[in-house]
């Protein structure tokens, strides 16, 4: 690796904290040999075992793509927030590679993939290479190919179609660069970003239908219609970048999910917001909407989590109460618990609603 880059690199307002797994797993060793690498690098992991794996970035269909990396990049990024590190200045890279192996298939590609995570954006980079390179030589360009990356990022301040641009003009005959990223939020613990297809008027009623929408499907489609035909508001999905019970999303896998809203023929808009829990949501929402009363949308799953023991005795309860906030439950072959509280909204075409659709069964294909 280029030794004088490394020491530019040194000086740049980051944290880095480095995921390797399949390739690249002496990235971070070699930039710790030039000494001053400490200001920078806050650790790195390397989770080569399947469940290792798994148990630090979460759930994946492969191991060795472009997802993978990404998955790696955002778990980098959160961990240095677990640790208290600055938001603004932590950065998650996330390497995930399918090298030269003692077993070669014919014409195996193989495969390297570098992911950024940083507060404002996500970025990949994705190559395949043809067999023919040894596997230290596929080590090396991947350690290489790694600090150019974050060389075009952190020292020439190039956008991403100029970065895009600087990999697929390098002279490698083997190589094929793709470079992909999301847009910015420019405060994820604040801020919400909306499109409103029937623009919101400010009324004493908002009407919201929370998820992480993976895969939008009937269900997503119908309830919002439903809800709102019972309450007579404009019903708007409300996209969390970080779920209470789920991981947290990327930006190029929140572009994805963005637009699938933007292909409904009937939709009254969404949010995008990165608060995980419902007070959250609430505090968020009247920062940016005048409401007197806020509505949320909920499966019964989801209510008979919000009226839990821990919400009670955490204050989250009466915080609704005291703020005219209330849940219209839907009950999607579940039972409805707890139907006695104030902030039940009783409708029967909603309580006795059921489609069995769920995006987990559409991912894992047992539909």
């Not at 030039?34 to 399947?50: E, F, N, T």
């Not at 240095?80 to 932590?90: E, M, T, V, Y």
């Not at 360009?141 to 970065?163: G, P, R």
């Not at 906030?325 to 509280?341: H, M, P, T, W, Y």
């Amino acid at each position: 690796m280029n030794i004088n880059t490394i020491c530019k690199l040194h000086t740049v307002d980051r944290l880095f904290y480095i995921a390797a797994t399949g390739g690249g797993t002496s990235f971070t060793g070699q930039f710790l040999s030039v000494p001053g690498g400490s200001k920078i690098i806050v650790g790195g992991v390397i989770p080569y075992d399947s469940d290792a794996f798994i148990d630090f970035a979460g759930k994946v269909d492969k191991f060795a793509d472009d997802n993978a990396a990404r998955k790696l990049a955002l778990a980098s990024y959160e961990y240095c927030l677990k640790i208290q590190k600055p938001s603004n200045r932590s950065v998650g890279v996330g390497i995930a590679c399918s090298l030269a192996t003692n077993n070669e298939r014919i014409n195996r590609i193989h495969k390297i993939n570098i992911a950024i995570q940083e507060l404002q954006f996500t970025c990949v980079l994705i190559v395949n290479i043809q067999q023919g390179m040894t596997r230290e030589q596929e080590e090396t360009l991947t350690n290489d190919l790694t600090l150019e990356l974050l060389e075009c990022v952190y020292l020439k301040n190039l956008n991403f179609i100029e970065v895009a641009r600087f990999f697929r003009n390098k002279n490698t005959e083997k190589l094929t660069f793709f470079l992909d990223y999301g847009f910015n939020l420019l405060n994820p613990t604040e801020s919400i970003y909306t499109k409103y297809n029937n623009y919101y008027v400010n009324s004493d009623t908002l009407v919201v239908y929370p998820g992480s929408f993976s895969i939008l499907h009937s269900g997503h489609i119908e309830i919002p219609q439903i809800a709102k035909e019972i309450t007579g508001f404009p019903v708007y999905y409300e996209l969390t970048i970080k779920n209470s019970y789920k991981a947290m999303i990327d930006f190029i896998e929140l572009s994805k999910r963005i637009s699938q809203f933007d292909k409904l023929e009937k939709c009254d808009g969404y949010m995008v917001t990165t608060a995980p829990r419902f007070v959250d949501k609430f505090n968020v929402l009247k920062n940016h909407i005048k409401f007197k009363e806020l509505i949320f949308v909920v499966g019964a799953d989801i209510w008979e989590r919000v009226y839990d023991k821990a919400a009670h005795d955490n204050g989250d309860i009466k915080f609704f109460e005291d703020n005219n906030i209330k849940f219209l439950v839907f009950g999607r072959d579940a039972e409805i618990k707890n139907q006695d509280s104030k902030l039940f909204i009783r409708n029967e075409r909603a309580q006795n609603y059921n489609n069995p659709i769920s995006s987990t069964k559409l991912k894992n294909k047992e539909i």
